[in-house]
Structure formats: structure tokens, C-alpha cells
């Protein structure tokens, strides 16, 4: 049976990054088949679906037998939506935190109810940028100066969508030449280099990531590569 895994997403860089992270862990910490024979996992993450962060999708109000005691989020909507069509096996809910006051708790809500699909929760924060530079190997002393952090080891102390703000992230990422990572950037960073940034930076939310990716993809994984 094939595997059918859906990135509900903001833009390129949660897609990329997503896929890329989850081949990489996958590889480190699946099962013997997928250490085996890494084209079997290629060709499951070549099956990911990239949904729109605005889907239409019917079936959000509250008659649905789905999310019931919900709050209105966009999560919620989304996956009452892939709840009522053709549920996939997986979906991963990607978006950044931005610092918003609600939006964690309104993903962890929505993600722990009762879906015929497994959910992972992906939540930069405070953006994808923030992961992409604690997740370099850059030199950021220069900038570190600038901000009297190092953006590398407290990416959370950054900040999102503030224009003008020397600590916006997508400005420190060009202020240290990083350039929007594709999907082999990501798949490139060695498992160790990852497991380290999550246990050293908790507050980024890539520590989350990592732990439902276990729990979600790479657990049910074990039972074998067409199960």
C-alpha cells in the first residue's frame, strides 16, 4: 500500500526544509530497510503532497462529526478539510510561531484530537530562517556583534516580520548569506548536527519536529517499507 503524506505549508522554505529534515532523521534513526536501501524512503518522500496554506476545503462548520470542540483555527480547518476527502496517512501542519500568542496552543490542540491520519507539528520559531541559521555553519561573529547574541546559538532571541529590526530573521539569514536552502540543503545537514541544534536550542521548536517525526513517521515506518 502506498503512503500517502501531506505538507500543509506557508512557502518553499517549510516544504524544503520538512522533507530534507525528515529524509535526513529517517535515514539516522529508521528501521534496517530504510538504512538498507535509502532509495525505498527517496521514493516515499517523492509521494509528499504540498498543500496550500489557504486550501479550500469543505465540511469547517460545526455540524462536522471531526475536531468537535475545536477553536475556529486555521488548523482545525485544514484538517477537517483532508478529514472529510481522501484521508492521507500523515499530515505535517506547517507554520511560524511570528511570535503570535496563540498560535502553538492552537496547533497543539488541533493536533491532539481525534483524526483518522497521524499529525506532526512543525512551528519555527520564531520563523524558518531562525532554524536555517542555528542549522549552518557560518560564521556569525560579525553579526553577533551587531546584535550582542550569536544568531547561530540563540535563534530564538530573533525576531519576525519587523520591518527594520536588525534581529529580523530572513534579514540576519542575507546579513550572513545564506540564501533560501532547496530540499537538498536541508537533506545534506548531518543527523548529529540536528539532533544537537534541538537539544541545545529548545525554544526554536525543531525539538518538537524531531520527536513527532519519530512518533509519527519514522515508529510506523518499522512495520516495513509497503505497509
Given at each position: ?34 538504512r ?31 475536531g ?12 477537517i ?15 511560524d ?23 506532526v ?107
Open positions: 500500500m502506498t503512503r500517502r503524506l501531506v505538507v500543509w505549508c506557508e512557502d518553499d522554505g517549510h516544504w524544503n526544509a520538512c522533507r530534507g529534515l525528515a529524509q535526513t532523521l529517517t535515514s539516522a534513526e529508521g528501521p534496517d530497510w530504510v538498507e536501501d535509502p532509495d525505498q524512503f527517496a521514493n516515499l518522500v517523492g509521494q509528499w503532497e504540498r498543500l496550500s496554506d489557504k486550501p479550500e476545503a469543505p465540511g469547517f462548520g460545526p455540524l462536522s462529526r471531526f468537535q470542540g475545536l477553536p475556529n483555527s486555521v488548523f482545525r480547518r485544514v484538517l478539510g483532508l478529514a472529510l476527502r481522501n484521508a492521507p496517512e500523515l499530515v505535517v501542519l506547517a507554520m510561531d511570528d511570535h503570535h500568542p496563540t498560535r502553538r496552543t492552537d496547533l497543539d490542540r488541533a493536533a491532539a484530537a481525534d483524526w483518522p491520519f497521524r499529525v507539528r512543525m512551528m519555527p520559531v520564531p520563523e524558518i530562517e531562525a532554524w536555517q541559521i542555528a542549522l549552518s555553519d557560518v560564521d556569525d561573529s560579525d553579526v553577533a556583534v551587531l546584535l550582542r547574541f550569536s544568531p547561530r546559538r540563540e535563534p530564538h532571541r530573533l525576531t519576525s516580520t519587523v520591518r527594520g529590526d536588525p534581529r529580523d530573521a530572513k534579514e540576519v539569514a542575507q546579513r550572513l548569506g545564506l540564501d533560501e536552502w532547496e530540499l537538498e540543503d536541508w537533506a545534506d545537514i548531518p543527523a548529529d548536527m540536528i539532533r544537537d541544534t534541538a537539544t541545545a536550542c529548545p525554544e526554536v521548536g525543531l525539538r518538537l519536529f524531531l520527536d513527532d517525526l519519530r512518533r509519527h513517521l519514522i515508529k510506523p515506518l518499522s512495520t516495513g517499507p509497503t505497509s
